[in-house]
């Protein structure tokens, strides 16, 4: 079993920037990529960023330049650093951890960006 807390989540004005983490805890060794999602009333979840053990990273075209995954190291925290943020990037965000055989779910932060 893995559990996820995510945090830093709140509302900031168009241009600004938010540094969201997540915590892992639990059987973190198993892990085999940490990513970001998020999902927009109305809209399905959308990846916007993975991080592997590798330390391979992959971003969304939409968030490419903007936003970078950092992390998976052995305080076992995943960052996701969001600058130049718009109103389209408003969202619960989510993080997920991969396993060979399981998927996890944080319990998700709320980000608003206000135009």
């Known amino acids: 079993q893995v559990q996820l807390v995510e945090s830093g989540g709140g509302l900031v004005q168009a241009g600004g920037s938010l540094r969201l983490s997540c915590v892992a805890s639990?059987?973190?060794?198993?892990?085999?990529?940490i990513g970001w999602y998020r999902q927009a009333p109305g809209k399905q979840r959308e990846l916007v960023a993975s991080i592997s053990s590798g330390r391979s990273t992959n971003y969304a075209d939409s968030v490419k330049g903007r936003f970078t995954i950092s992390g998976l190291n052995a305080k076992n925290t995943v960052y996701l650093q969001m600058n130049s943020l718009k109103p389209e990037d408003s969202a619960v965000y989510y993080c997920?951890?991969?396993?060979?055989?399981?998927?996890?779910w944080g319990q998700g932060t709320q980000v608003t960006v206000s135009s």
């Open positions: 997920n951890a991969n396993t060979y055989v399981m998927n996890y």
């Open positions: 639990g059987s973190t060794g198993n892990i085999n990529t």
